[in-house]
């Protein structure tokens, strides 16, 4: 498998970073998430304005334009037969002094490594997951933004830490004002009565491409979907609740807190939502051959 590294296809062994580089020093750049499906690779577009988002909001300037991204990411699955896989996009802010001055790093790297990525086992997908509240408080939008895909996770990993340690595999995590945020890597949601409800970005959410294809085939199918403020309270009285993400896809939660959510099983809504997420992803998308 080749790794491409600034302009480069290299052997894993020989795609080497300096440890001066600020991403290493301080988890100072971003990065995205991507998937390939049936030879294609799914929302590319959508991921690639995300990841020059990101790095335009920690005045990251990415050295090449998003025409070459877009064209180095399907070069890559290619050489590497990347057909049905995940691809993690990476830019970081690059070599500079030990202080944390990031104008002292001249040239951000890019890179795009291929490979595979199964974040829940098939028989959560089939029963749903277990989740509980974490104790870590989702980033303060001005302390460091959640809508930024910064390299920076180890707020969701204190999270993801609370869920290991309980015998879970995923946390909800709540803002300083206690409203639900996301999950520590996925996006939350819940239908009530007719309606789809997930945070706003502002309640400390990354807006995930999943998420909004989530709303927007829901929106299709006919339910009342919108961004509401939701605390626990609106959790534990969902009728169903799911998480969303590149990774994860679209996964029902059926237990918070040791409280059942909805039936205790996948809701109807939510498997029909998934099987058209899963109609979309195998059908759309950039075409790698
Ligand atoms: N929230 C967080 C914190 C994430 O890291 C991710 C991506 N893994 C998501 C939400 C979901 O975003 P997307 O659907 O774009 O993958």
């Known amino acids: 498998m080749k790794i491409y590294l600034s302009g480069k296809l290299v052997q894993e062994k020989d ?12 988890g100072d750049g971003v990065f995205e998430g991507i998937r390939t499906y049936n030879g294609r690779v799914f929302m590319l577009k959508e991921h690639i304005d995300r990841l020059y988002r990101s790095a335009r909001a920690i005045d990251l300037k990415i050295p090449i334009s998003k025409k070459a991204i877009f064209k180095a990411v399907v070069m890559t699955c290619k050489t590497n037969n990347n057909m049905n896989g995940y691809v993690r996009l990476i830019v970081t802010r690059g070599k500079g002094t030990l202080g944390l001055n990031p104008y002292t790093c001249k040239r951000p790297e890019i890179i795009i490594i291929t490979g595979k990525i199964q974040l829940y086992s098939p028989k959560l997908y089939q029963h749903g997951l277990k989740v509980i509240t974490a104790g870590t408080i989702r980033n303060h939008t001005e302390s460091l933004n959640p809508s930024i895909k910064s390299l920076n996770y180890l707020n969701n990993i204190m999270a993801k830490i609370e869920a290991i340690n309980s015998g879970v595999e995923e946390v909800i995590m709540l803002n300083v004002q206690g409203y639900v945020a996301e999950a520590s890597g996925d996006n939350a949601f819940i239908f009530k009565d007719n309606r789809l409800l997930t945070p706003p970005t502002s309640a400390g959410a990354l ?13 299709q199918s006919g339910y009342e979907v919108g961004e509401a403020m939701l605390t626990r309270y609106d959790l534990y009285n969902a009728d169903e609740m799911f998480l969303t993400g590149t990774a994860a896809e679209i996964i029902s939660v059926v237990e918070m807190d040791r409280r059942t959510i909805g039936s205790g099983l996948p809701g109807k809504k939510t498997v029909e939502l998934t099987k058209q997420f899963r109609r979309l992803a195998a059908e759309t998308g950039v075409p790698i051959a």
């Open 15 to 26: 795609a080497r970073i300096s440890v001066f580089d600020h991403a290493l020093l301080y």
């Open 207 to 219: 807006e995930g491409i999943t998420r909004n294809i989530a709303m927007k085939l829901a929106g």
